[in-house]
């Protein structure tokens, strides 16, 4: 109620203001990017993923760091009419995709897959250099890291194709119907009209998600990179309760209006299948598996298979 464009992932804002005519719509850019929606943002997601939510940092990095960009552009108007708004937007969610993966390269790429429908040519240099400039600072503050590190891959081969694309097609359809049902259940949120019926409901999500968890194990919560890194690094294998567990959590933490990313726990979800496929089929390289229901499932979620 405080800050109602600040639930969810924080994509579909940036994407939503990226597309807006801001001679037309101010108020409403102003709306979805102030720096009270990110600070809201910032809280709910603290919140949510100390309660044991299944969420991500990503979105709302994108988020909160495209209303960043929007505060000082709209700080700069008066001393540079001529600046293009557009390109802050973009600029701002590609280097929030940078900054929490450390990956500049992936933010310019998310940016043009997800944010930018056309004139990448006009946005290409503010792009860029926001992007670069994110990466310096995330390894200033972090030092150089990969997101998930170095997983040993055995050398693919022509016989490991058919399970390949077994996974690509079972994670990348369930990524798409995860898609779908996270918005269908965000369309029947906003028909909670009252406060109360606002809370019971985030309330009720909370209780779901700790059943998960008592009933499942923890690993069926939170963002779920150690999961991931499990699989990837201490020779962990899913089971079908994971998988379901994963899914269902992410479903209900987004169903709860928190202010969480759906990145993480898409790929944490996308490797339980991956590795639980690994499992049935006695494949040699789990992990190639567990790679690509990461990359599948995110894929059919967002629909930005080169990001």
């Known amino acids: 109620m405080l800050a109602p464009y600040a639930a969810g992932s924080g994509i579909p804002q940036v994407m939503a203001t990226a597309e807006l005519n801001f001679k037309t719509e101010h108020r409403f850019a102003n709306a979805l990017l102030s720096l009270k929606t990110a600070f809201i943002k910032i809280l709910s997601s603290l919140i949510c993923v100390m309660g044991g939510g299944a969420i991500g940092r990503e979105g709302p990095t994108i988020q909160i760091s495209a209303a960043i960009f929007h505060f000082m552009g709209e700080k700069f108007r008066p001393i540079w009419p001529g600046l293009n708004h557009h390109s802050l937007i973009v600029a701002g969610g590609a280097a929030g995709i940078a900054s929490a993966f450390n990956t500049p390269l992936g933010g310019i790429i998310f940016a043009i897959e997800e944010l930018i429908t056309e004139h990448f040519h006009n946005l290409k240099s503010v792009l860029i250099l926001a992007v670069v400039v994110a990466g310096l600072i995330s390894q200033w503050l972090l030092g150089p890291y990969l997101y998930f590190g170095f997983p040993a891959l055995a050398p693919a081969t022509f016989s490991s194709l058919p399970m390949v694309l077994t996974t690509g097609i079972l994670c990348g359809i369930a990524g798409a119907t995860f898609g779908r049902l996270l918005h269908f259940l965000s369309v029947q949120r906003k028909r909670l009209k009252t406060r109360l019926a606002q809370v019971i409901a985030a309330l009720l ?42 899914f269902m959590s992410s479903v209900i933490s987004y169903m709860s209006g928190c202010g969480g990313g759906i990145f993480a726990p898409s790929l944490a979800t996308g490797a339980a299948m991956g590795s639980q496929i690994a499992v049935l089929s006695g494949a040699a390289d789990g992990n190639l598996l567990v790679l690509l229901g990461m990359i599948a499932f995110l894929t059919g979620v967002t629909r930005a298979p080169f990001t």
Do not use: E, Y
Request: some cysteine; overall charge positive.
């Open 205 to 246: 999500c909370g209780v779901v998600i700790a059943c998960i968890a008592l009933a499942w194990g923890v690993p069926t919560v939170g963002p779920g990179k150690q999961v991931i890194t499990g699989f990837l690094f201490h020779g962990d294998a899913a089971n079908w309760q994971l998988v379901i567990g994963r």
